[in-house]
């Protein structure tokens, strides 16, 4: 017997149709490319969301066409993300950061039909363009009196493009099953592979994100978006804050420690997100002009993601920012998000030292993320906090292939995704990440956590950041070397390194061995590259023990 309720597709459109009635003048503020500050509400987005809708359909896009961005967080990223997808067709949010090569790889290989880019990427465009071979037009986020001189055929304006362009606009109604937006993902082996979300799978992701234990997204926000919008949707927040109607607050391309403290205080932020690298400079920032960000700031929420979260700078936001850090874990393919470290009731009264011990943690999966961990056969392992395992996931807004089935079936017989993790499971649902599969350590038989090392090691206050490899060793099969940079103006020897680790980490665990660098390669997401570093090293030999 069927249910008797009324059966509306989840679609983006209506989304941003209910933020049209509920929250028309909920703010969006965004640092502009160009320079300013811009201040805009849903309405406007709605408006002009609708105007590019027109405009797209005079191109003659069609539903299921790629439309390509290269841009970073703003109101008109805003209007792409809505207008676009709204009309049926799939954004293709393309990471700056890539390398060219993957850039023309990725754009030829989702055969997009435009391209929207922000001026920080004429340059590229320019050189790119000729290469991109599906591409029809590529449409500057500008008006014209700001347009790139480059040499790009088919080169147009955004401003001009919508202008005289209606501002009504019926959205289709569409399977709510149908593509949304597309995200490559870059592994470390292989070519980019893409991830393609519904409209399904990013309303069910997004309504997560507004629960009291996802991010606990409302109206009473401020939401600073430092994680981009051509990373997994900006971890879905776009649509999140639509929904709920939380202001938002876009940073353009400055990144950097000093324009995020001034945006979140002009700005009144009380919900940053970002990953542990831009969380750096922010602090490093705050150190230096030994600012008091509990008395300038209201951020009261900062989630950390996308690599794990370093004890000591989760502590730096609770004690010097007065702000709650909630830990989060996903991956592209999980739309992102999986889990969120939120305490129960039971650690209301924990001390600060078993609290941060907690938010070590990547926390707990929301409804929607089944998780279980599994030895090498495949056996699931004991949800006690100790059995560590292959770390498998499973739900409707997790990848079932990837774009076009490159790289084969993902799924195993029952469903279950490979996330690469190897992770722990405890009896009240949290989850610990201690190694991606290729990283832990294997050091006679037993496995060191390169995550661990890494924070005790960051955790060092002359230390700015740590890596940590395993090197092949005769006796032991691997051992581990801790790689770091320091603090500038800022000095510490192998032997003080050492010594702080002995009282944080099993003796077995200590690393054979030091080396100093200047900077530790990242990726375009700002992970830490750890294949770039195993290459770099790979001369290295450790004394035998
Ligand atoms: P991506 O698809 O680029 O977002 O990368 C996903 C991977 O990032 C995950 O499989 C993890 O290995 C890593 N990751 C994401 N969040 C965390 C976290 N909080 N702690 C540790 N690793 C993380």
């Not at 997204?217 to 430092?226: E, G, I, N, Y």
């Not at 900006?234 to 420690?257: E, F, I, K, N, T």
């Not at 739309?335 to 926390?363: F, I, W």
């Amino acid at each position: 017997m069927l249910g008797l309720m009324q059966d509306h597709p989840l679609l983006i459109s209506s989304v941003l149709e209910h933020a049209l009635k509920a929250h028309p003048q909920g703010q969006i503020a965004s640092r502009t490319v160009e320079g300013p500050m811009h201040h805009c509400s849903y309405a406007d987005i709605g408006r002009r969301a609708k105007q590019l809708a027109n405009a797209l359909t005079a191109l003659d896009v069609q539903p299921g066409d790629r439309i390509a961005t290269l841009a970073w967080n703003g109101y008109r990223h805003m209007e792409l993300y809505f207008g676009v997808s709204g009309m049926g067709a799939v954004l293709h949010t393309i990471n700056p950061r890539l390398f060219p090569e993957q850039i023309e790889f990725i754009a030829n290989h989702a055969e997009d039909q435009y391209l929207f880019f922000d001026l920080s990427f004429a340059a590229l465009v320019e050189q790119l363009a000729p290469r991109m071979k599906t591409v029809k037009a590529f449409i500057a986020l500008t008006d014209r009196s700001r347009m790139p001189a480059i040499e790009v055929p088919n080169l147009l304006c955004y401003e001009e493009l919508i202008e005289d362009q209606s501002d009504e606009f019926i959205w289709p109604v569409i399977d709510e099953r149908a593509a949304s937006s597309l995200c490559y993902t870059s592994g470390t082996t292989g070519n980019p592979k893409g991830v393609l979300f519904s409209h399904r799978s990013s309303i069910l992701h997004s309504l997560a994100l507004c629960t009291q234990d996802g991010f606990a997204l409302s109206s009473a926000d401020s939401a600073l978006l430092v994680v981009p919008m051509f990373h997994v949707n900006a971890w879905g927040m776009p649509y999140a804050a639509a929904m709920s109607g939380a202001r938002l607050v876009l940073p353009g391309a400055s990144l950097d420690g000093e324009s995020l403290y001034q945006l979140m205080r002009d700005e009144a932020v009380t919900l940053a997100l970002g990953v542990p690298t831009v969380w750096m400079s922010l602090q490093q920032y705050v150190e230096a002009h030994e600012l008091d960000p509990a008395v300038d700031l209201q951020l009261n929420r900062v989630v950390i993601g996308g690599a794990a979260a370093p004890r000591a700078q989760v502590e730096t936001f609770e004690n010097r920012f007065d702000a709650r850090v909630l830990h989060a874990w996903g991956m592209t393919e999980m739309s992102p998000l999986g889990t969120v470290c939120n305490l129960l009731p039971k650690h209301r009264y924990a001390t600060l030292d078993e609290r941060l011990d907690l938010q070590a943690k990547q926390g707990r999966s929301l409804f929607g993320v089944s998780m279980k961990i599994v030895d090498a056969a495949g056996a699931e392992l004991p949800r006690d906090g100790k059995a560590s395992g292959h770390l498998l996931v499973k739900g409707p807004w997790i990848a079932s292939q990837y774009y076009r089935g490159e790289g084969g079936p993902i799924l195993d017989d029952s469903g279950w995704f490979d996330t690469g993790d190897i992770a722990t499971i405890d009896p009240d649902n949290y989850m610990q990440i201690t190694d991606r599969a290729k990283d832990v350590i294997k050091s006679g038989g037993e496995w060191i956590s390169s995550i661990d090392l890494e924070n005790a090691a960051v955790s060092h206050p002359a230390v700015a950041e740590a890596a940590v490899i395993g090197i092949p060793h005769p006796k032991w099969q691997e051992r581990p070397l801790l790689i770091v940079v320091l603090k500038a103006g800022k000095i510490a020897s192998k032997e003080d390194l050492l010594g702080f680790l002995e009282s944080r980490v099993a003796k077995w665990w200590l690393p054979d061995d030091v080396a100093f660098v200047d900077a530790l390669p990242h990726t375009a997401t700002g992970k830490l590259q750890k294949m770039k570093l195993r290459e770099q090293f790979q001369d290295y030999r450790l004394a035998c023990r």
